[in-house]
């Protein structure tokens, strides 16, 4: 598989914009090191990559019905994410990350949680399987569940980690 690599824009205002073109497989990397709420990624392909450290805060409209989005926070980073993807990972959150996605449709392949500790809060609505792999210290997974689902499956949850279910 053949990945494109195109080039990024960022705007006086600080929107960052990227939007795959051609037919073959697409991966976006973003990159943020203390950038404050000002900042906004828009993005359409097939996969995402976002990584935060430190204190920064972003927003962002993100549009992969049949691609993954891939996320790691670190610090006092925040994250609101809007849109629709077909799958989330969600690699690591540390010390007081807060990652909003219960405004992002996620599809059947549904949410995967490698690791989340610390203070992090993780905000989420799946149709699909929520697994979570490790949950550590006094870290929060909350998510709206229907009746129909979705799925949890508890890996490692140890200290004062809480998963809390919500009806929509």
Not at 6 to 14: F, M, R, T, V
Not at 70 to 76: K, L
Not at 127 to 144: H, Y
């Amino acid at each position: 598989m053949r990945l494109r690599t195109l080039s990024c824009i960022i705007l006086a205002c600080g929107i960052l914009l990227w939007s795959g073109l051609g037919s073959q497989a697409q991966t976006a990397q973003f990159e943020f090191n203390g950038h404050k709420k000002d900042s906004n990624v828009s993005f359409n392909g097939l996969q995402c990559r976002i990584s935060l450290n430190g204190n920064s805060n972003i927003g962002g409209i993100y549009e992969l019905q049949k691609g993954t989005l891939i996320i790691s926070a670190n610090g006092e980073s925040q994250l609101e994410i809007k849109g629709e993807c077909d799958k989330v990972v969600i690699e690591s959150l540390n010390g007081q990350s807060l990652v909003d996605l219960s405004k992002l449709k996620v599809g059947k392949s549904g949410v995967l949680i490698k690791d989340i500790n610390g203070q992090s809060k993780l905000l989420l609505d799946s149709e699909g399987p929520i697994e979570v792999k490790s949950a550590n210290g006094k870290s929060e997974i909350r998510f709206k569940k229907k009746a129909s689902g979705p799925k949890l499956i508890r890996g490692s949850i140890k200290g004062d980690a809480k998963l809390i279910h919500e009806d929509k």
